[in-house]
């Protein structure tokens, strides 16, 4: 038995496993392990937050499905289950053995489903929201213990977003817990109030620039880091946008082709982009899997077009035919 078991044990604490995928859940194995004998995390594979378990001598599950969840809490008998970013659905069987308790960042009954905080951004909403809440079969449908909002300022990105819930979350994680452990049912849901969010895949990150510079910004900050990022093409190749940001106060276009380079700026690196409304500025890229550079090493031309186009296509098609 590790360090901290023996601590906890002797300490009379109840016993939690927590579950999580994604970049929630070292702040929510840091706000319970102060407060709980945290038996087990499952989650797959070692990085950064594997490794802060086994310093904190939390046993780590890689077993990342439903039957290794299954299987641990059959193992370990704990007193509530806590799950922070897991992409699985777990049966009313299961839930039925300890009290499961969800976080979810969105304002539920709000939001319920995936890439809730990318979808806060790319919406134009004013703030996301952190939902502690009862797990329940029903898609994150459970009686609320915990809730509250964060602002979303004019440049904030999906990464700034996650880093004050994430706080949220390490501060209230361990509170909520153990109302649940306690019996309390929590805050029902209006489900006649509850809305949907779908899936995202990378590819979804596509910049169509006939949209406007606000709608393109908005995908630029969504898609920062833990999440693949915004991109375009640049004839064939894919060009990720690493830094980027609307032009203030554009010259005003007459004639205008969404996609269109209109300034290479050498001396800054900056490459302006014309979108359906405005001028958008590219300051940093990547091109396909090559290190991150200055926009204009990559994009020299004022002739040049972003955006796959069926011209494009068509000459790749030909030297292929060709070759």
């Known amino acids: 038995m590790s360090m901290s078991s ?9 016993r939690v496993l927590l579950v999580g995928l994604g970049p929630t859940s070292q702040t929510a194995l840091d706000g319970l392990i102060e407060h709980f004998d945290v038996v087990a995390m499952v989650r797959p594979g070692d990085d950064e937050t594997t490794r802060h378990a086994a310093d904190l001598g939390v046993a780590v599950i890689p ?3 439903v039957a290794g ?3 641990a809490v059959h193992e370990h008998e ?6 922070s970013s897991f992409d699985r659905i777990l049966g009313a069987e299961l839930l ?5 308790v969800n976080v ?15 979808w806060a951004i790319l919406n134009g909403d004013d703030s996301a929201a952190i939902s502690i809440h009862h797990l329940t079969p029903g898609l994150d449908a459970g009686g609320i213990l915990y809730q509250a909002t964060v602002p979303i300022g004019r440049r904030d990105t999906v990464t700034d977003l996650y880093e004050r819930l994430n706080g949220l979350q390490r501060d209230y994680i361990a509170a909520a817990t153990s109302a649940a452990i306690a019996g309390d049912p929590g805050r029902l849901q209006d489900e006649a109030a509850a809305s949907w969010c779908c899936t995202r895949v990378p590819e979804d990150g596509e910049v169509d620039w006939s949209s406007s510079s606000a709608a393109v910004d908005r995908l630029v900050r969504a898609l920062k880091p833990p999440f693949p990022p915004a991109f375009t093409w640049f004839g064939l190749d894919r060009v990720s946008i690493e830094s980027a940001r609307p032009v203030e106060d554009p010259p005003h276009y007459e004639g205008r082709i969404p996609g269109r380079v209109v300034q290479v700026d050498r001396s800054s690196g900056h490459v302006d982009v014309l979108t359906g409304d405005g001028v958008f500025r590219l300051e940093r890229v990547r091109v396909n899997d090559d290190e991150a550079t200055e926009a204009s090493n990559v994009i020299r031309s ?4 972003l955006g796959l186009r069926t011209a494009d296509l068509v000459e790749a098609l030909r030297q292929a035919r060709a070759g």
């Open 6 to 14: 023996e601590t906890s044990s002797s300490a009379g604490r109840a």
């Open 63 to 65: 077993e990342a499905t």
């Open 302 to 305: 004022v002739k040049s077009t």
């Open 69 to 71: 969840v299954t299987a």
């Open 78 to 83: 704990p007193d509530a289950v806590v799950v």
């Open 104 to 118: 979810h960042y969105a304002p539920l009954p709000r939001g319920r489903g995936r890439a809730t905080v990318n």
């Open 96 to 100: 039925s053995r300890c009290p499961f």
